[in-house]
């Protein structure tokens, strides 16, 4: 069975930092793009980054500059470091792995940024 677990959300200080972790299973993490997503209250979940299974990255404006993706083959896990953050980034962040056809979602982690 397929699973993608995250970890490493909470409650921090305008201007503080997070880092989350996504765990993937071995049998998709290799060659999946893995993916972050967010979805605040009210609003739909959005893009804030992903990357390759060949590291290329890709950010949403809002985070760029600020967050940065990467990954560890040998560990099974996609990490997104998170830096200088607004209230505006509260939400609940979800991982993804995708592969062809294939997309697989965490139960998600929530970050809270206080003003």
């Known amino acids: 069975q397929v699973q993608v677990v995250e970890s490493g959300g909470g409650l921090v200080q305008t201007g503080g930092s997070l880092r989350l972790s996504c765990v993937a299973s071995r049998t998709i993490f290799t060659l999946s793009t893995m993916g972050w997503f967010r979805q605040a209250p009210g609003k739909q979940r959005e893009l804030v980054a992903t990357i390759t299974s060949t590291y290329n990255t890709n950010y949403a404006d809002s985070v760029k500059g600020r967050f940065t993706i990467s990954r560890d083959n040998a560990k099974n896990t996609a990490y997104l470091q998170m830096n200088s953050l607004k209230p505006e980034d509260t939400a609940v962040y979800y991982c993804?792995?995708?592969?062809?056809?294939?997309?697989?979602w965490g139960q998600g982690t929530q970050v809270t940024v206080s003003s």
């Open positions: 993804n792995s995708r592969r062809l056809s294939n997309s697989y």
